[in-house]
């Protein structure tokens, strides 16, 4: 079965730098890979969504890449703020339709 | 939250005795989904529903049963509550499409003792 594994330790970071996570899956390569924000004591938020033909993807000051052939989504938050602190989940299609396999997260933490 | 509710946000009982958790949408989404969360172990899926009445199980479905009987709402039912089943429940919700990003609700926070 499809597993997501996430860096399990927290990422502190100074604020303005680039916080970058990584999101690394085992077997067969998914349709699409999408990234939630999770803040404490609430419910995970959609943040972006990439796709497998799909190389990179940006959003303000988020960026998602793909590789296939790694098995790896990296995300990306540049000029990181304190209000970026959060856990930032993958999760991807487990093939069976309309299903997500959720990693476990990932917590940032950015110092100002 | 994007139109979801859930309740009770925070519930005790004790073993053994039954508790449902309902959600609740007001986006006419088709698929709702219910998920346990636990330290450790991320988010895992329960029970799904593609439908009105349509469900289907998740990873960690043993305990639980679901319904739904309106495109509304999703009802979660654990038929005799255990310790194990302490954790916090998320409700979430989907258009479909191509690639179901998911929308949560709130969560509810269950302890059993």
């Known amino acids: 079965s499809q597993k997501i594994e996430q860096n399990s330790e927290a990422l502190n970071i100074q604020e303005g730098k680039t916080a970058t996570l990584t999101c690394n899956y085992t077997?067969?390569?998914?349709?699409?890979l999408q990234w939630y924000r999770q803040d404490p004591g609430r419910g995970p938020v959609f943040l972006l969504l990439?796709?497998?033909?799909?190389k990179e993807k940006r959003k303000e000051r988020l960026k998602v890449t793909f590789d296939t052939t790694l098995k790896q989504s990296l995300f990306h938050i540049t000029a990181s703020q304190p209000a970026d602190s959060a856990t930032y989940l993958c999760?991807?299609?487990?093939?069976?339709?309309?299903?997500?396999?959720f990693g476990q997260g990932t917590e940032l933490s950015v110092k100002p | 939250d994007a139109g979801i509710t859930q309740s009770p946000r925070h519930k005790v009982t004790e073993t053994g005795t039954p508790v449902t958790l309902r959600c609740h949408q007001t986006?006419?989404?088709?698929?709702m989904y219910w998920y346990r969360q636990d330290p450790g172990h991320g988010l895992r899926l329960i029970h799904y529903?593609?439908?009105?009445?349509?469900?289907d199980k998740g990873e960690v479905s043993d305990g639980y049963s679901v319904s739904r009987s309106k495109t509304e709402d999703f009802l979660l039912t654990l038929e005799s509550a255990t310790s194990s089943q302490t954790s916090v429940y998320f409700c979430?919700?989907?258009?479909?499409?191509?690639?179901?990003?998911?929308?949560f609700g709130p969560g509810t926070r269950l302890t059993v003792t």
């Open positions: 990439i796709r497998e033909n799909e």
């Open positions: 986006e006419n989404h088709r698929y």
């Open positions: 077997n067969y390569s998914p349709a699409y």
């Open positions: 529903s593609y439908g009105v009445k349509d469900t």
């Open positions: 979430a919700i989907s258009a479909g499409g191509e690639f179901h990003e998911q929308y």
């Open positions: 999760a991807l299609d487990d093939n069976q339709g309309g299903k997500l396999i």
